[in-house]
């Protein structure tokens, strides 16, 4: 195990263990290696820290060189929310494309591929699955990171997965509880609240979390939420009432509890981080996750001294503190031994998520047509709405790089706002037009551009790749359910007859 650095104490070191902060660069910087000889235990990884699965494979080495028994975070969700392929697009498809599915065994069968990849990278604390019951269609940050509106489905998809990752040694972190999926408001932006009663919550979204605590998830990731029926006065991240009384007590929780990134502004604009960061300790969370767009030792320091503060002033109990940082000692014990048993060992299962992705395609047609390939190239007039910042802009998305390589002079642009429709249909010139639209139901200047598309191209071809609520039209019309690249893939080789 792991040496202190000389003179670290106890109170010190516990400070420093119950957070999980992300950094910079591609490989560890100096103050992150110091701090995990002072008793930092978790780090997080984001898109910036990986150019390849070897440098990423090096960066774990390297910080486990440092200390053997780290907990490795990453929130690799596959489909939309990937950071392994965040250059490229995900290998698999997203929760909701498998929710679409309904195979079970498919779900785990993804999620283990997945946890096995991230193992061999030596990553052993995955963010994910999401558990929230998309419940409602305007949800601008859950949308297709959850299985689906339906409460039964998302709970078996939600222990599967669990049960998948987990299969592989890679511990699973659900989230967001108690349940994101009914609100109109991305946490990353603002604090969103929940209306609704004691009943539909236990019936609806907290049924996931109790199928996936039933499946051992090891880790629990907290939402910055607002639930006035659980708690009048705080978010879950912050409130005693939601993390000790309702999970702990009374859902019989007793693995990990992680907040959600404290740099989101439903906390950090509301309470600060330093000020949230001890109220969550003190709630009943175990691990900070901070790191998302902070990333240095100086938030390191602001926090770890917050800690100590509140317990030397008796804010916060020095044995709440223990008691967080030796469950995140306890994870990561549970990882080492998994690691160290062989269990990304199993046999690689590399074509499972384009299966899934074909699979979850569902494919509609206006009238009967011929595909659209084997002739002439086309234009794909991409739909682009701006991303919300778990998926980010940096991914790309969309149908066009498949059918340019299948269909070699295909043309591709982007467009947005009321001239959408206008500017694609002067790009697309005499080309059959492939249209991609991301939750047409959301945005009503994209579903404008449909309507001059389809008036003046009948022949237009459809793809929808986020949530299909809007009644598909068009003379093909394909719903990906995610807008992974795998499920590009999948649309492309239906447009194409191939």
Known sequence: MTTLAPGTDTLTRDALTV?????????????????LGEGLASVGLFGR??????????????????????????????????????????????????????DVELTRQVASELGRRLAECGVNLNW???????????????????FGADTDLVARHTA????????????ACTKHFPGHGDTGV??????????????????RDLAPFRAAIEAGSRAVMSAHILVPALDPDRPATLSHRILTGL???????????????????????TYGIERGSVLAIAAGADAICVGGGLADDGTVTRLRDALVSAVRSGELSEERLADAAARVRALAAWTSVRGASGGASGPAASD??????????????????APAGNSAPLHVAAFSPVANIAVGDETPWGVAAELERLLPGTTTGSYTGPDAGTAALAAAGERRIVAVVRDEHRHAWMAAALDTLLAARPDTVVVEMGV????????????????????????AEVITGN
């Not at 957070?19 to 701090?35: E, I, K, S, V």
């Not at 599967?160 to 511990?171: F, M, P, R």
């Open 128 to 146: 994910a699955p999401s558990a929230d019951v998309n419940a409602n269609p305007d949800n601008p940050v859950i949308g297709v990171r959850s």
């Open 49 to 102: 820290n990986i150019a390849t699965p070897a440098q990423l494979a090096a960066l774990t080495a390297q910080l486990r060189a440092e200390r053997d028994d780290i907990l490795v975070a990453i929130d690799e969700e596959g489909g939309d929310v990937t950071r392994l392929e965040v250059r490229t697009g995900s290998s698999f498809p997203g929760n909701h494309a498998l929710g679409a599915v309904d």
């Open 19 to 35: 957070l999980q902060p992300g950094f910079t660069g591609t490989t560890a910087p100096n103050w992150l290696l110091r701090r």
């Open 352 to 369: 499972i998520g384009l299966i899934a992705a074909r699979r979850a395609l569902t494919v509609t047609r206006a009238e009967p047509v």
């Open 247 to 269: 999970l702990r007590e009374e859902m019989g929780y007793d693995g990990l509890i992680v907040t959600d990134g404290m740099e989101m502004q439903a906390i950090s604009a």
């Open 468 to 491: 299909p609520q809007s009644t598909p039209r068009g003379a093909l019309h394909i719903a990906t359910h995610g807008a992974a690249r795998v499920c590009g893939v999948a649309a």
């Open 160 to 171: 599967a997965y669990v049960t998948g990752l987990q299969s592989v040694g890679v511990a």
């Open 186 to 203: 991305d946490s990353h932006h603002d604090m969103p609240r929940i209306d609704v009663g004691l009943d539909v919550l236990h019936a």
